[in-house]
């Protein structure tokens, strides 16, 4: 139901599971508040009058930039692929036709073409564009990677809580590198897994379950601060016993008794025509409890999206449901938040690890390739109806205004109101440079 399958490295949705919030009995909510309560205060740095608030939309695998915005019509048949190119909302400009929705739309969006790095693996791929450093050593395809904090986890750490909402939200897993690394846990994703287009879906830690009131719940906190020693992370993380526990398992308790999170967690009060509008399907639906969640000032959000790895019959998947709901979804969402005047404050950002090989294999499928990949871009101060950077005639390369994920990561913080050139430090007092040697796209800027 929710779209999510292996990419080559064979790792199974459970497993990314055991990094998540969700606790035994809904209860993991209170461990985040208790542990934000531990760390520093978070710091602000040149933050704009309305913060930008971010949806990353991760393709996991590795979409491919032939088959969707950078298609090389004049390319040999064994490099442009089976897809014909469709013209865009901008003059000029193409996309594949496998993103017919996104074509209409691309004059609320800006295109970078050229960025690229030297990582082939997922593993280092994921790392280097989910925190914009790469990897101290070569990684395994498989591996988890959190050598870094994650932009998700830099802005918790940055912004804080807001009236109680949470800061950084995945759904519907984490990734691999999308966790907090030395900020410690109170940084990580609260984790919003489950199935959105099903009538029964409810938000653990939010929503109580089916059959208890309110007043049960308030009756019931010894049993939930018993349970919810449960250690996040799979067990790597210790309490602080100088914190007093109760004190934020009744925090806890008024987020799920407060309208606000109810309000914004539940899908069901929104039109059914909105729903439709992003597809009934659950990608689509995250995304509209994306736009929802931004709406009531979450920071970070982000929509994972599986099964992009496509080293075989890349064409047939293409015209399969996972791009027709990204496609539809995606641009639902942008068109929703222009609409609702959310856009200008709302950054939402469409990548994966990597692009894809120009030459088609012998299984009608693109490998890892990171030479070159696209990023579409929608809001937060991002110009409108531009393209940035160019590949080479045959896709190969990124060619023209060449981008490092470092320079990505300058961006991303820069719209956030963030400094990309601070110094973070570890517990044990080691200092980190945010981002090493960025440079701020500033064509992204408008």
Not at 311 to 317: G, I, S, V
Request: proline share 8%; with cysteine; net charge neutral.
């Amino acid at each position: 139901m929710n779209g999510l399958s292996h990419n080559c490295a064979g790792m199974p949705r459970r497993d990314f599971l055991q990094l998540g919030l969700g606790g035994f009995l809904g209860l993991g909510f209170a461990n985040t508040l208790r542990l934000q309560a531990a760390a520093p205060a978070a710091r602000v740095v040149n933050a704009p009058p309305r913060p930008v608030n971010c949806i990353m939309v991760w393709l996991d695998g590795g979409p491919s930039h032939y088959e969707t915005f950078d298609p090389k019509p004049d390319a040999p048949s064994g490099i442009r692929g089976d897809f014909k190119t469709i013209p865009t909302s901008i003059p000029g400009l193409h996309f594949s036709e496998a993103v017919p929705e996104l074509a209409k739309i691309a004059d609320k969006c800006t295109i970078l073409r050229s960025l690229c790095h030297k990582d082939p693996n997922h593993g280092g791929g994921n790392h280097y564009l989910m925190t914009g450093a790469p990897t101290p050593q070569p990684v395994a395809c498989g591996a988890f990677v959190t050598f870094h904090p994650s932009f998700g986890s830099i802005v918790s750490h940055q912004r804080g809580q807001r009236d109680g909402i949470p800061p950084y939200v995945s759904m519907p897993q984490v990734s691999r590198s999308g966790g907090p690394n030395f900020l410690g846990g109170q940084h990580s994703p609260f984790v919003i897994d489950g199935y959105p287009n099903s009538a029964s879906f409810q938000v653990r830690d939010v929503v109580l379950p089916p059959g208890v009131s309110d007043a049960r719940a308030l009756h019931r906190r010894e049993l939930r601060a018993a349970l919810d020693q449960m250690e996040r992370y799979a067990g790597k993380l210790t309490e602080d016993p100088a914190v007093t526990f109760d004190q934020y398992l009744a925090q806890g308790v008024n987020l799920v008794l407060s309208p606000r999170a109810q309000d914004a967690f539940d899908l069901k009060r929104e039109k059914e025509e909105i729903r439709e509008r992003y597809g009934r399907n659950d990608f689509a639906q995250r995304l509209l409890l994306a736009r929802r969640l931004v709406e009531v000032g979450v920071s970070w959000v982000t929509v994972y999206s599986g099964g992009w790895d496509h080293h075989t019959k890349l064409f047939e998947a293409y015209k399969g449901n996972t791009v027709q709901n990204l496609d539809k979804g995606v641009a639902a969402l942008i068109t929703d938040l222009d609409e609702r005047g959310l856009l200008d404050s709302t950054l939402v950002v469409v990548l994966g690890e990597f692009g894809r090989t120009p030459k088609v294999n012998k299984d009608a499928g693109r490998d890892h390739w990171p030479h070159a990949m696209s990023v579409l871009f929608a809001g937060g101060g991002t110009p409108r109806g531009a393209v940035i950077g160019a590949t080479d005639a045959k896709g190969y390369h990124a060619a023209e205004k060449v981008c490092r994920p470092e320079d990505f990561a300058a961006t991303l913080y820069t719209k956030l109101g963030i400094d990309p050139q601070q110094i973070l430090h570890t517990p044990t007092g080691r200092p980190v440079q945010l981002v090493n040697n960025g440079r701020v796209i500033r064509d992204l800027f408008a």
